[in-house]
Nanobody
Framework: QVQLVESGGGLVQAGGSLRLSCAAS????MGWFRQAPRKEREFVAG????????NYADSVKGRFNISRDNAKNMLYLQMNSLKPEDTAVYYC?????????????????WGQGVQVTVSS
């Protein structure tokens, strides 16, 4: 049974930074998704289990960075230059296959989510 536990959410002003963390019980390809009120869940960033392959949504490219520490089974999302439209619940997810694709239905395991609120 794969367990994912996120941490690091909070309230930040526009232009600020936050780092999300996700503790995983296994080394899998992982991703970050987010869901804003009244919107569908969307892909943010993904990284293969090896750390070699990464993938980003166009809306966060150049501002967010996904990384992992396989020695600690930790996943991170460094979020810089935050905007109010980044406000959402952020979820850590994992999948059994290699590529960090954008389709949420391809991810088998999910964390409980953390709130990120960016004030203007």
């Amino acid at each position: 049974q794969v367990q994912l536990v996120e941490s690091g959410g909070g309230l930040v002003q526009a232009g600020g930074s936050l780092r999300l963390s996700c503790a995983a019980s296994m080394r899998l390809t992982m991703g970050w998704f987010r869901q804003a009120p009244r919107k569908e869940r969307e892909f943010v960033a993904g990284i293969s289990w090896s750390g070699v392959t990464t993938n980003y949504a166009d809306s966060v490219k150049g501002r967010f960075n996904i990384s992992r520490d396989n020695a600690k089974n930790m996943l991170y999302l460094q979020m810089n230059s935050l905007k109010p439209e980044d406000t959402a619940v952020y979820y850590c997810a994992a999948r059994d296959a290699y590529l960090p694709i954008t389709d949420s239905s391809a991810y088998n395991y999910w964390g409980q989510g953390v709130q990120v609120t960016v004030s203007s």
